[in-house]
């Protein structure tokens, strides 16, 4: 993308990076801000940006992290802009409302209890361990959530181990 | 960082650490360190069961993304239709960037790096230099002969695109200028064509002053012999084809383009010049360096584009002339021909022929062989073939018959553009499309105003076109959003999508089974955006309402009714907005009552919006309203919430009432339908401050819920300001209009 310099063709290449990454972005950036339509706007402006910075000439290596990052700054940008601290956790109790889907009242009761439990150890989380296993979970690389955080390459591997220790004494005591 | 140190770190014990494990799952590590690990798996059962147990916590984590997942709503199918457009309205942002900024931009584009300091120095020379001329020659503008060519042929190529076998109609006037035994004479005549693009057929219409004359196909003989009767046009026809342009499309980009690749030692010159109000013109004026005397050869060829749409509206030649036309002027008759006076010209014509003399005049009074010939479009149109009679363009008719009448292209006065506007405007409204969908009037090129936006379904596309494709002079273009992907991916790189003003809320589709009379689609699912955790406001709706179903019942009401006073509201500015554009002159008295019909239903809607918003809040947040910190007077919560609007706020309500009292109030809604706007849109906010966001402690709730009221009021004030003046009883009676009933605070 970083090649291509026509107007009409970063226009395309902008929009069908838009049609592909859209959906991660979004996910990721309402698990920050949890509203879903500001979750929205600022994932379109995130690739407005994209597009104002590609028309400028700079070059972007990493479109996916780039992407990623930008989208995480405005995030917290709109997070302080509202007086908000930042939270990096879902809300429990609306996650509780959803219905789960397994049929039998009792699997139901052990699922819930199951998913209540790994509610629970998510807030316990740090915000940069709950991030890294958000963004990994889009399928981000170590090496592209560094660049979305601006952390070190192998600071990623020990945030990712972490929380995943943590969310499994959880699950598994 | 690489993988190397990741390994370094990792591998400091013969079991692998927890990052080593989670790096080899994840593909992080070298092919030689994961096989390593891999290895000491098959013998390490313990090392197997962390590697089993970050597997299931993986799964479960995915397992309560995607459950989260499924309670959000994505993207709508516009929503990249919607980015594209915000695409391009950072093209048209960049468009408007200096020449510098581009040049620096493209600059930077090709070179990719900075450049060395030697090359910079090369560079900064060059622009110095560059300065200097630029200086030393005065302002020129930023386009080339050719990039104005260029572009204009684009747009007329453009123009003709989305219509189906393009008929293009042109209504010119065309005036001729000579220097005579008696001084200069000018002569006018106007000329109508109809050109079939598809089928190379034309029909011309020649009128104003000279007898009218019919003809079906330009006449051939114009090349090889002088006309027999040499009025303006005969002569230019000659002209033109002496020079190998088109008779057939006289004002035309393309044909002035192929002259021009023909033509030897000609120069060129780009100008601006002012068009009407804040509009330019760009002038290409092309000179022909060598003296040929020829008789009929073009000396000097100007054309002029409007700025804005690369539209072409005049074009002018100097032509070398001969004896004989030199003197044909007086063969005209008096209604055109007559001699150059400024004094007896119309108002057209005066401030241009002002032009012409500082221009291609200079020639013609310089050199009295020269003969200069203008045409200036009067009407421009784009006509399908299937609009016009099948016999129009056949056989050529009896000269002295009265003309068939021509397709319905008559050029149309503003008063009429405005009108059909409005109607569109109305018609809009009683579909409830003004409240939040995607669709707008717009003034269309070539006098036409085209409706144009998107609908959510075939249905509510097939509605919009029969509100409002019956109304005269209105070209519909509202497309399903399947429609209008399609069309973006077909066209795209060579057609940016139609920018539609977007409201500033979420945009809004209306249920198919939305009919006109029911009432309009409001602001969306609220559900949607009320978060179910802790509100700011959650203390209060505890303190009010006994359960919980009822504590989110309260929240998405509000919610609800704010969106919805914010879709009138929203309507209502952007009529103001239109109404303030409008030139008073051009608009007709039943067109104004119209606009004020439809003002005044906007903002009655909006009261009753704002009435409901206010009914719903006040007893959740009237605990915090009469606290201690504001309880300190006795009046009522209303009053004293108005009271803590900004100082400017007070000043500017003040204003409006006084002006709704005066006898000219009614032309002054527009602006007071702006304030409502301002008002209702920062009640909108602190509402969803208050109703739909999830942080407790940030929030000063007095403070919050005293400014949403304060909002709510000054924004309910201005149109209720507005509901007064519009009223007609109360213009008529102002006594009635005081005892206009206040809805209960």
């Given at each position: 993308m970083a090649e291509t310099t026509e107007p009409s063709e970063l226009h395309r290449a902008v929009t069908a990076a838009f049609e592909e990454l859209k959906d991660p972005v979004h996910r990721y950036v309402a698990a920050i801000v949890t509203e879903d339509?500001?979750?929205?706007?600022?994932?379109?402006?995130?690739?407005?940006?994209?597009?104002?910075?590609?028309?400028?000439?700079?070059?972007?290596a990493h479109v996916r992290a780039w992407i990623f990052r930008v989208a995480h700054n405005l995030s917290i940008d709109a997070l302080r802009r509202h007086g908000v601290i930042d939270h990096a956790t879902a809300s429990e109790d609306s996650a509780r409302e959803v219905a789960d889907p397994a049929p039998g009242a009792e699997d139901l009761l052990l699922t819930q209890e199951f998913r209540?439990?790994?509610?629970?150890?998510?807030?316990?989380?740090?915000?940069?361990?709950?991030?890294?296993?958000?963004?990994?979970?889009?399928?981000?690389?170590?090496?592209?959530?560094?660049?979305?955080?601006?952390?070190?390459?192998?600071?990623?591997?020990?945030?990712?181990?972490?929380?995943?220790?943590?969310?499994?004494?959880?699950?598994?005591d | 960082m690489t993988r190397r140190s990741l390994q370094a770190l990792f591998f400091q014990s013969s079991h692998p650490s927890d990052e080593e494990l989670l790096a080899c799952l994840d593909g992080e590590l070298d092919e030689r360190a994961a096989a390593r690990v891999r290895a000491h798996l098959d013998t390490c059962w313990r090392c197997r069961g962390r590697r089993d147990r970050f597997d299931r916590t993986i799964a479960a984590f995915v397992d309560v993304r995607l459950e989260d997942r499924a309670r959000r709503t994505g993207f709508p199918p516009s929503a990249t239709l919607l980015l594209s457009a915000r695409l391009d309205a950072v093209d048209a942002k960049m468009e408007k960037r200096s020449v510098w900024t581009r040049l620096f931009w493209r600059a930077r584009l090709t070179a990719r790096t900075w450049p060395s300091p030697a090359r910079l120095a090369q560079v900064s020379v060059a622009v110095l230099t560059a300065v200097l001329i630029v200086l030393s020659i005065g302002r020129e503008p930023a386009v080339s002969a050719q990039e104005l060519l260029a572009r204009t042929v684009a747009a007329q190529e453009a123009r003709l695109r989305p219509v189906v076998q393009p008929v293009v109609y042109q209504r010119l006037q065309v005036s001729r200028r000579a220097a005579g035994a008696g001084g200069t004479r000018e002569t006018h005549q106007t000329w109508e064509i109809w050109s079939d693009t598809t089928h190379g057929r034309y029909r011309e219409r020649v009128g104003a002053f000279a007898p009218i004359v019919e003809r079906a196909a330009p006449d051939a003989s114009a090349c090889s012999a002088p006309a027999a009767e040499p009025t303006p046009i005969r002569e230019l026809e000659s002209i033109l084809c002496a020079n190998g342009l088109q008779a057939a499309q006289p004002l035309s980009a393309a044909a002035f383009r192929d002259w021009r690749g023909r033509v030897r030692n000609a120069s060129d010159r780009v100008n601006t010049q002012p068009l009407d109000g804040e509009r330019q013109a760009m002038v290409l004026r092309t000179s022909l360096g060598d003296r040929d005397r020829q008789p009929n050869r073009i000396r000097e060829a100007e054309l002029v584009v409007r700025a804005d749409d690369w539209h072409p509206l005049v074009q002018r030649f100097v032509v070398q002339g001969s004896a004989h036309q030199a003197d044909s002027g007086h063969v005209d008759s008096g209604q055109g021909d007559r001699r150059h006076d400024g004094a007896s010209q119309s108002g057209a014509m005066q401030s241009d022929a002002t032009h012409r003399d500082t221009t291609l005049g200079d020639a013609a009074q310089g050199d009295a062989d020269l003969v200069s010939y203008e045409l200036r479009e009067l009407s421009f149109e784009v006509v399908p073939l299937a609009t016009v009679a099948p016999t129009f363009f056949d056989a050529p008719r009896d000269t002295t018959a009265v003309p068939a009448p021509a397709p319905a292209v008559e050029a149309v006065s503003e008063a009429d553009l405005v009108s059909a506007e409005v109607q569109a405007w109305e018609a809009l409204h009683r579909l409830g499309a003004l409240l939040g969908e995607p669709v707008e009037v717009a003034r269309g090129s070539s006098h036409r105003v085209e409706v144009r936006g998107l609908a959510s379904s075939e249905e509510r596309k097939q509605a919009i076109i029969e509100a409002v494709g019956a109304i005269p002079l209105v070209t519909v273009d509202v497309r399903?959003?399947?429609?209008?992907?399609?069309?973006?991916?077909?066209?795209?790189?060579?057609?940016?999508?139609?920018p539609v003003a977007l409201p500033p809320g979420p945009i809004v589709f209306p249920s198919a089974s939305a009919s006109a009379s029911a009432a309009p689609a409001d602001g969306g699912d609220a559900s949607t955006m009320i978060q179910t955790g802790v509100l700011p406001i959650q203390p209060l709706l505890d303190a009010y309402l006994p359960t919980p179903q009822d504590r989110t019942q309260a929240a998405t009401d509000v919610v609800t009714l704010s969106r919805g006073a914010m879709s009138q509201a929203w309507a209502l500015e952007r009529l103001a907005r239109f109404t303030l554009g409008l030139d008073a002159a051009a608009v007709r008295p039943s067109t104004r009552r119209t606009l004020e019909r439809v003002a005044l239903e906007l903002a009655q809607a909006t009261v009753e919006k704002l009435d409901a918003l206010e009914r719903r809040v006040t007893p959740i947040v009237s605990p915090v309203l009469s606290s201690p910190a504001s309880a300190s007077t006795s009046e009522p919560a209303a009053t004293r919430a108005a009271a803590d609007a900004p100082a400017s706020d007070a000043l500017e309500d003040g204003a409006g009432r006084a002006d709704a009292a005066s006898s000219g109030a009614a032309t002054e809604w527009p602006r007071s339908a702006l304030q409502v706007f301002a008002r209702v849109r920062e009640a909108d906010e602190k509402t969803r401050r208050l109703f739909t966001e999830s942080d407790t402690g940030l929030v000063e709730l007095g403070s919050a819920a005293r400014a949403l009221m304060a909002s709510c009021e000054a924004g309910r004030r201005a149109a209720v300001d507005i509901t007064r003046t519009l009223t007609p009883k109360a213009i008529e009676d102002p006594a009635a209009a005081a005892s206009l009933p206040r809805p209960p605070r």
């Open positions: 339509h500001a979750a929205r706007d600022l994932t379109q402006e995130a690739f407005v940006r994209l597009y104002e910075h590609l028309l400028k000439g700079h070059r972007i209540g439990r790994l509610r629970d150890a998510l807030h316990r989380l740090s915000v940069q361990e709950r991030r890294c296993l958000d963004l990994r979970a889009e399928g981000l690389t170590y090496r592209e959530i560094a660049e979305v955080l601006g952390i070190r390459h192998t600071t990623v591997a020990v945030f990712l181990a972490r929380g995943l220790k943590k969310l499994a004494s959880t699950l598994h | 399903t959003v399947d429609e209008a992907l399609a069309a973006k991916r077909a066209h795209s790189g060579t057609a940016s999508a139609t």
